[in-house]
């Protein structure tokens, strides 16, 4: 939906921000310029962990605090850049004790804990790739991604380690090394991360990587096949310091809170590197999502910046405004949303609400980086994603075959493409070639989601091109959640799809059709669902299970999810020349 209001913003708020003229910037804007906002190595030589932590102890900015722990219970644990720099040090050293060498991937399974921040810096400090899972993904999808990314070192708990990795361990044999962060025993395979970081020394020389060294390794989901590892160098710094600056606001006094976890991409990319590089501090809140928690959080740790979801912002917003009036919010300078469309309605409130609207922003695993923003200076148009970060040129493209026609026309919808590169670009799919190829055209890179240009240049989001979900801003692919259904005896096909929902955004949906022997009942849908929890995790199994005599089909055998949707919806069914067999 669009709206016509617009949210002004005075010459004050334009003076007071980072970027105060956003069409100058764009102007003269160079990617040499943004990258003297950091230190570098000798050499030429670049490394993420240098530039968000070590370089601000030679600052003086060594005692400041750099992450701000709120535990379940409320209290407090704080880490100074200066322990942030000795603990990373240490865990570099843990892997190089392992044996590790440069390039060689550590992934963690952990809530937001600190040593989730301690092994995510120090590995890249180390040289060595960092993969982060989502601690709510189940079995299946941490086997895949483990599996995709030969992962030799996995950082978690105990209890995720018996629920998710116990069970399906003897299929990981590269998996050498396993620390829990909250054991003391070793053996079994398994090593205690205290022990190690104790035994480990406090010192140590950053690697100086080269600015196209992996450092990143972020898992996506597809439409179709397995997750996709988008590959990310320590030249992404570049961009994520710099939109740190100027699509958040970032300044150095700030309390920053990102409520992203860094399982995903947002998280790590704004929950860990881009506040650092900008020598903030950042809240970082254990707990789950809780409407009065995250008030008072925003009050008690004088929250100035805060980049969080649609989700849950219209959770706010259906809670209405009294639980946010009780509170002393006047700490915050800037808010961010990013990861869903933000309904115009969530920006009218939250300026309402807040004295200052949500900003949205838009950008992908791919991009590595935000990619189209609402600034700070800028005017805010309700429902638009915003405008292209300098540095970046977008269009919206038809596309036929392998040829792109540029849309002119303003409003006019099409593909979200991007003028290929910049420094976060990812720069592979991990073994998958043909894959990575398939998202550029003609020196443009194919976002996958259709979008409209208004006359002024805001962008506006349409929706996905393909099937993939989304839902409470975490990707799901279709392919991914099916695989797991038709591993249930009863199941012999499945199509998931995402449906709109008021709060999630899109909820997925699975349709299955039966093995002979098997009949629909209560019994089996629950038993099915409970199946995909357990495989998939909460955050990814489907909501509904719908039972299907067939499930439409075109002639080459492919499930069309589409036509599935689109009755659901009551849609018009668009063109069915295709199929073959029907549900019907
Ligand atoms: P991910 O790679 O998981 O970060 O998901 C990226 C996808 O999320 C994009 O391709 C969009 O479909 C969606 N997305 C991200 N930000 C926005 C936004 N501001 N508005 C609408 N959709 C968004």
């Not at 843990?94 to 399974?109: A, F, I, K």
């Not at 899972?133 to 030969?150: D, K, Q, Y």
């Not at 190690?196 to 990143?216: I, K, R, Y």
Request: hydrophobic fraction near 40%; glycine fraction near 8%; charge should be negative.
């Amino acid at each position: 939906m669009m709206t016509d209001d617009i949210i002004h913003k005075g010459s004050r708020d334009a003076g007071r921000a980072n970027m105060p003229d956003y069409r100058q910037e764009a102007t003269t804007f160079s990617w040499t310029e943004a990258r003297a906002l950091l230190d570098g190595l000798a050499d030429g030589k670049l490394n993420i962990a240098h530039e968000c932590v070590d370089r601000h102890l030679s600052r003086d900015s060594g005692s400041k605090v750099a992450l701000r722990f709120v535990h379940k219970n409320d209290s407090i644990t704080d880490i100074t850049y200066n322990d942030l720099s000795i603990l990373t040090n240490r865990f570099a050293n843990v892997l190089l004790s392992l044996g590790l060498v440069t390039g060689e991937r550590v992934y963690s399974l952990l809530g937001r804990k600190p040593e989730l921040y301690i092994v995510s810096l120090g590995s890249l400090k180390a040289g060595m790739v960092f993969s982060p899972l989502f601690s709510a993904f189940g079995p299946e999808p941490v086997l895949s991604r483990l599996e995709i990314g030969a992962a030799r070192v996995l950082v978690t708990t105990n209890a995720l380690y018996k629920r998710k990795v116990a069970p399906i361990r003897d299929r990981l044999p590269q998996l050498e090394h396993v620390l829990l962060i909250d054991s003391k025993k070793e053996g079994d395979g398994l090593l205690s991360f205290e022990s190690e970081m104790q035994h480990a020394s406090t010192e140590f020389n950053v690697v100086a990587t080269d600015p196209e060294d992996t450092a990143l390794l972020h898992f996506t989901s597809g439409t179709t096949g397995r997750p996709k590892g988008a590959i990310h160098v320590h030249e992404a710094v570049v961009a994520h310091c710099y939109t740190g600056r100027v699509a958040l606001d970032l300044k150095p006094d700030d309390n920053y809170w990102c409520t992203a976890d860094p399982g995903w991409v947002t998280g790590t990319s704004y929950g860990i590197i881009a506040p650092l590089a900008n020598g903030v501090t950042m809240v970082v809140d254990e707990a789950e999502f809780d409407i009065e928690r995250w008030y008072r959080i925003l009050e008690s740790q004088r929250v100035s910046v805060w980049y969080t979801a649609p989700t849950a912002i219209r959770m706010l917003m259906a809670a209405g405004t009294e639980a946010a009036s009780k509170r002393d919010l006047s700490n915050i300078r800037f808010m961010a949303s990013v990861g869903e469309p933000l309904n115009p309605e969530a920006v009218l409130w939250s300026a309402d609400t807040f004295g200052k609207p949500f900003h949205d922003n838009w950008w992908q695993t791919e991009t590595g980086g935000i990619m189209i923003a609402n600034f700070a200076s800028m005017d805010v148009k309700p429902g638009s994603m915003g405008m292209p970060l300098p540095g970046i040129v977008a269009s919206i493209v038809e596309r036929d075959n392998g040829d792109v026609s540029h849309v002119t026309k303003p409003m006019g919808i099409g593909e979200l493409v991007l003028k290929t590169p910049w420094p976060s670009m990812m720069r592979g799919y991990l073994n998958e070639e043909q894959r990575y190829k398939k998202c550029f055209s003609d020196g443009w890179y194919l976002t996958g989601d259709l979008a409209m240009r208004d006359s002024d240049g805001y962008y506006w989001f349409v929706g996905r091109s393909d099937d993939v979900i989304k839902s409470a801003g975490h990707l799901i692919g279709p392919f991914e959640v099916e695989s797991a259904l038709i591993e249930h005896a009863a199941v012999s096909e499945a199509a998931v799809i995402g449906l709109p929902d008021e709060l999630a955004g899109e909820v997925a949906k699975a349709y299955v059709a039966l093995n002979p022997g098997f009949e629909p009942s209560e019994g089996l849908q629950l038993d099915i669902r409970g199946h995909a929890r357990k495989r998939l995790g909460p955050a990814v199994a489907p909501r509904e299970i719908i039972f299907r005599k067939k499930l439409p089909k075109t002639r080459s055998g492919k499930i069309m999810r589409r036509l599935l949707k689109a009755r659901e919806m009551g849609l018009p069914e668009g063109d069915i020349s295709t199929l073959e067999t029907d549900e019907k």
